[in-house]
Nanobody, 125 residues
Framework: QLQLVESGGGLVQPGGSLRLSCAVF????????IGWFRQAPGKEREGVSC????????NYADSVKGRFTISRDNAKRTVYLQMNSLKPEDTAVYYC??????????????????WGQGTQVTVSS
């Protein structure tokens, strides 16, 4: 059983930056793959990025490629999403997700199972 706690959301102007954090609590046999999803008002939830258990593989949705960077510190059991050059269309609730496996399928974790409570990101002038 894992618990995920996101932090770092907030209000930022277009072109600005934010860094989201996802702290992982609980024990597993192996570090899980971790991903970030987001859901904007009136839209379906979508995958944003994924990082494998070792951090050796990172993948991104086309909409954020080149602007967002996912990373992890397994010693601190924390995953980060650095978001630069933010746009109003990035406004959404961002969720951290842990897989039952240690790898990603494209830019989403294989069998996303554990979800955080979400953190609001608002990009507006």
């Amino acid at each position: 059983q894992l618990q995920l706690v996101e932090s770092g959301g907030g209000l930022v102007q277009p072109g600005g930056s934010l860094r989201l954090s996802c702290a992982v609590f609980g024990r597993t046999l192996d570090n899980p793959a971790i991903g970030w999803f987001r859901q904007a008002p009136g839209k379906e939830r979508e995958g944003v990025s994924c990082i494998s258990s070792s951090g050796g593989t990172t993948n991104y949705a086309d909409s954020v490629k080149g602007r967002f960077t996912i990373s992890r510190d397994n010693a601190k059991r924390t995953v980060y999403l650095q978001m630069n050059s933010l746009k109003p269309e990035d406004t959404a609730v961002y969720y951290c997700v842990a897989s039952l496996y240690n790898y990603c399928v494209g830019y989403v974790p294989r069998d996303a199972y554990y979800w955080g409570q979400g953190t609001q990101v608002t990009v507006s002038s």
